[in-house]
Every structure is written in C-alpha cells, then in structure tokens.
C-alpha cells in the first residue's frame, strides 16, 4: 500500500508541482478546449493564451513573493 501511495504522491507532485493555481487553470484550459472542439469549433487558440496568461500570472506572484 505504501508504494501505491508513492506513487500518487510523485505524481501528484509532478503535475502539481509547487503552483496549484497553474495545474488548475491547465485543466480548465484544457476542459475548454474539449468542449469547443466538441462542438466543432475551432479551439487551436486556447492553449497558447492559457500557457501565456498562466505564465504571466505564475511569473507576477513568484516576483511578488507569494
């Protein structure tokens, strides 16, 4: 059990990280990305902001201290 337990662990550290404000704002990138897709409409641009605005965001709160 403590090997199972492991490894959720690394992963959750792995995706996570430090920043669980950045993995959440990836999943609801991505969440909006499906459901756009899914509707046949074309979503190509919603990463690259996402990626951009996260940065940004992550990058104003590290120079911040917090």
Known sequence: MKRVQ????????FVVGDDWRTALGVVLALALTALL????????????????GLLALSIRRAARGG
């Open 6 to 13: 492991g490894f959720f662990a690394g992963v959750w550290e």
């Open 37 to 52: 897709a899914g509707a046949a409409i074309s979503a190509w641009w919603i990463m690259p902001l996402a990626v951009l």
